[in-house]
Nanobody, 124 residues
Framework: QVQLVESGGGLVQAGTSLRLSCAAS????????MGWFRQAPGKEREFVAS????????RYADSIKGRFTISRDNAKNTVYLQMNNLKPEDTAVYYC?????????????????WGQGTQVTVSS
């Protein structure tokens, strides 16, 4: 129903920026909520950001302190995560996910479709 492919990860120095992209298949992209999660080695997967169907509403984890911005381009079936002023604690595998819930959600269990993940490593 929905296939997600992340890209844009890499190895960067603290204080620099990356933009992750997630390309979704299907023509119902505008009808699903999208989110980003991350999982550091040995840690639980955690919520990063989410965005509503049309992009008018966003939600962020407190830990990113306004450094990240989620956006979507429904014409391109793509969601983005702009990550600025990266810190070593941002190091993780970042996953794009899609939710079919009625409202925007930050709950991992509400997301039905997941990408394969892209590695982000931030050196100090």
């Amino acid at each position: 129903q929905v296939q997600l492919v992340e890209s844009g990860g890499g190895l960067v120095q603290a204080g620099t920026s990356l933009r992750l992209s997630c390309a979704a298949s299907g023509r119902t992209f505008s009808l699903i909520h999208m989110g980003w999660f991350r999982q550091a080695p040995g840690k639980e997967r955690e919520f990063v950001a989410s965005i509503s169907r049309r992009g008018g509403t966003t939600r962020y984890a407190d830990s990113i302190k306004g450094r990240f911005t989620i956006s979507r381009d429904n014409a391109k079936n793509t969601v983005y995560l702009q990550m600025n002023n990266l810190k070593p604690e941002d190091t993780a595998v970042y996953y794009c996910a899609a939710s079919t819930t009625v409202r925007i959600t930050s709950r991992l269990g509400d997301y039905d479709y997941w990408g394969q993940g892209t590695q982000v490593t931030v050196s100090s």
